[in-house]
């Protein structure tokens, strides 16, 4: 019995040694390693590994350290633990809603201290991104991260079927009466059974509560913008969607849900457009690498998003880079930052991401310029950031998300009158930010 | 007749008075010097017990009256406000109902079709083994694969379901879009999902049932079905009861195939209990108000146990 003990003490302490063992192995190296959290969609990581490539040539002794955590949701639950558990990444990519919580937290710098310091950028390098991008990387007006990339929404369209419909097309719909129309005309019941084998325009509606619902949301903004809307009032005391802007708008995506019996037609849009029983629908510029491949038997184009009542607007969106005050190496990852945002490196992580830069001096690098010549899909996304628009959340910008998203849900899948919807929502949105202020 | 060897015999009495609680008198091994080694061979349980179970339980019980983010270090007592917040809230209740129709809606069916099953491969039929196999593969299937399988299967355009009851004329059903539908479909899920363990239980429970009261009352002149419905029945309700007593647990605990299969849409028509914890907790970062609610489900579960345990015990028969 007593050797017994002995042995298993010695197992146990076999166990404890080895992992502590484990922790001697880092800085057998002389290169400083910088850990970087993101939830790229697969397609991207292997432009982003060459990415980093060109960062680890073009500065010797650095390493970046990339680490892939599966979409937005849990990337935010991971960071709150590492944070607990102090083991933060150096940097992480972010979005724009997570900000807040992460400053409550104390966890990230604020950017100003890296810009204004010894090894900074100048203002004009500043001003020279885009303004919108620029809110999204701060909270209530203070700056804590930079943006990694732009995205915004164009209009993927078949050419194919808009000519079969009697429809020009190298002409899409500008407004949104010609979006429906077009949509109506393109939504069809090849053998009179009552159900449609091809519809016009897909309006992505997703459970509110789900993991797509902001991306719905996401897709809405444009169309609220677009009839003159806000989300919220300047001082952020309450939310404006449900203006009549917002009437509007909802009752736009309403009417095309209903019309083209959107509810019993599956939610996975690509592959109803690579089907064929699609004719249009929204999409960002990262799919573009993957669509050489998948839509090759498609005559396929991107056009801008059509124009409402009151203006041009497209949503301009991206992923940040904040800095983690649990870092060893602050200024080595502030370092890759401020590398990452020069215009020759945004030209080639475009060029190979399909993602947007996120300054205008872009447009000036003689190799983007060339590639936006032979890529008009691409050169449509990048025209639109000059429509771009952001509005940012200060309070609570996760839950009145899922509020919003429940108004779109209810007034689509729901048939709820949209003016009640909204304000309903409205209302308990409205309580939230007045309970964030106090 | 059984012989039985003294050891045996012997370790029948240790069993027997350990489990009358009594100290064991027989040998006088519990020294102190056993409690040492017992605690070190129990470790990695213990450890592994506290640190995910224990601790959990206590802390967010404690959690369920304060306000946490879970970013910062501090909570902040606020008594009962989660609680009373929790039922003002309408969405509160309209997930409450959800779990429940949810829950009376897959446990009938799991039970009756499960039994079916286990009474029909209980005979000596071809192939018993390899169908056995068959109905209890949806239990070890990861439970997102499955449902994301069965996501496919629902599509509108895509599916495998639609497809099917469209070659008998029936009209396309909007599975995951119609707030009742999805709820069906959910249902559907859940019961193909989880009636395997359950069959297996009822072959077990079967497989006691002692020949002879069959042949006794084939003497009678019983046929099938009386024999079903006055031996069967009647014998298997020890193990009717603890099915059902787990699947009323496992049922108002559903989340993976939820949060897959229809993420609590559409209209929040399939927004279960759990999902709503998962919602708040790791969406909102409200974790008081998260720790509450799994309160509440702990209660609730709590008292369904406790009236079904005071309520059935009596009339569920037993052997010996």
């Given at each position: ?53 060109k ?39 972010l ?91 393109l ?7 009552g ?105 396929w ?10 203006k ?14 649990q870092?060893k ?59 771009g ?50 | ?29 519990e ?17 592994i ?13 404690y ?37 429940a ?108 049932i ?88 702990f ?22």
């Amino acid at each position: 019995m007593k050797k017994n003990i002995f042995f298993n003490l010695a197992i146990i302490f076999l166990f404890v040694s080895i992992n502590c063992g484990g922790d001697n192995k880092k800085n057998k190296s002389d290169n400083v390693e910088i850990v970087f959290w993101h939830s790229f969609i697969s397609s991207t990581v292997p432009a982003l590994n060459e990415l980093i490539q060109k960062f680890e040539k073009e500065n010797p002794g650095y390493k970046i350290n990339a680490q892939y955590i599966p979409s937005g949701d849990p990337l935010i639950q991971k960071l709150i633990t590492s944070i607990q558990s102090k083991t933060a990444p150096d940097i992480s990519w972010l979005h724009s809603d997570f900000i807040e919580d992460l400053v409550e937290a104390d966890a990230i710098y604020k950017m100003d201290q890296f810009i204004k310091g010894k090894d900074g950028i100048s203002e004009e390098d500043l001003n020279d991104i885009y303004p919108s991008l620029l809110q999204y990387s701060s909270w209530k007006e203070t700056l804590y991260s930079l943006p990694m990339e732009a995205t915004n929404l164009a209009l993927l369209y078949n050419k194919n079927m808009f000519k079969k419909a009697g429809l020009d097309p190298n002409h899409p719909p500008q407004t949104w009466e010609e979006l429906k129309s077009y949509a109506k005309k393109l939504t069809i019941d090849k053998n009179n059974d009552g159900t449609f084998d091809q519809v016009g325009f897909f309006v992505p509606v997703f459970p509110a509560a789900g993991p797509l619902g902001s991306w719905m949301v996401w897709q809405f903004t444009p169309f609220l913008w677009q009839a003159g809307g806000s989300l919220i009032d300047k001082e952020q005391t309450k939310v404006l969607y449900n203006s009549d802007a917002g009437v509007q708008a909802l009752t736009l995506w309403q009417e095309m849900y209903n019309d083209q019996k959107l509810s019993t037609f599956t939610n996975l849009f690509e592959n109803a457009f690579v089907s064929g029983s699609l004719a249009m629908a929204m999409d960002g510029p990262w799919n573009l690498p993957r669509y050489k491949e998948l839509l090759k038997n498609i005559d396929w184009a991107f056009a801008p998003l059509p124009s409402g009542p009151a203006k041009n607007a497209t949503v301009v969106g991206g992923e940040y880079l904040a800095i983690f005050k649990q870092s060893k190496n602050p200024d080595v990852a502030w370092k890759f930052i401020k590398w990452m945002i020069q215009p020759e490196v945004q030209a080639f992580w475009s060029m190979k991401s399909g993602y947007l830069p996120i300054r205008h001096a872009v447009s000036e690098v003689p190799e983007f310029k060339e590639y936006l010549k032979n890529h008009s899909d691409f050169r449509v996304f990048v025209d639109q950031l000059e429509f771009g628009r952001a509005e940012k959340m200060d309070y609570e910008a996760l839950e009145i998300t899922r509020n919003f998203a429940e108004a779109i849900e209810r007034a689509t899948v729901g048939k709820v009158d949209v003016k009640r919807a909204l304000d309903e929502s409205a209302e308990k949105s409205n309580k939230l930010l007045k309970n964030a202020r106090e | 007749m059984i012989s039985t060897s003294p050891e045996v015999q012997e370790e029948k009495l240790i069993l027997a008075s350990s489990i009358k609680g009594g100290k064991n008198k027989l040998h006088g091994k519990e020294k102190k010097g056993d409690l040492l080694p017992a605690l070190l061979f129990l470790s990695p349980t213990l450890i592994i017990f506290t640190t995910f179970i224990l601790f959990p339980v206590f802390f967010s019980f404690y959690l369920s009256f304060h306000e946490w983010n879970m970013f910062s270090g501090e909570t902040t007592f606020i008594g009962i406000d989660n609680y009373v917040r929790m039922f003002n809230n309408e969405e509160f209740w309209e997930v409450f109902k959800n779990t429940a129709i949810y829950t009376f809606g897959t446990i009938p069916l799991n039970m009756c079709f499960s039994l079916l099953v286990a009474y029909i491969l209980h005979k000596k039929i071809m192939g018993k083994k390899l169908l056995r196999t068959a109905f209890f593969a949806p239990v070890v299937i990861s439970p997102v694969a499955a449902a994301v399988i069965w996501r496919w299967m629902y599509d509108p355009n895509f599916g495998l379901i639609n497809y099917s009851i469209g070659i008998f004329g029936i009209d396309p059903i909007n599975w995951l879009n119609d707030p009742v539908a999805a709820m069906a479909a959910l249902i559907i899920m859940g019961v193909w999902k989880t009636f395997g363990i359950n069959m297996v239980l009822f072959s077990a429970g079967l497989q006691a049932i002692p020949e002879h009261y069959y042949e006794a009352a084939q003497i009678d002149g019983a046929n099938q079905w009386t024999k079903f419905w006055n031996i069967t029945v009647p014998l298997l309700a020890p193990t009717t009861f603890f099915i059902m007593v787990m699947s009323i647990i496992s049922s108002f605990q559903v989340f993976d195939i939820v949060y897959v299969l229809t993420s609590g849409g559409p209209l929040g028509a399939t927004k279960v209990l759990v999902f709503y914890v998962y919602e708040h907790a790791f969406k909102f970062f409200n974790m008081g108000y998260a720790s509450a609610a799994g309160y509440v489900l702990f209660a609730i579960l709590f008292a369904i146990t406790l009236l079904q345990v005071k309520y059935m015990k009596n009339k569920v028969y037993t052997f010996g």
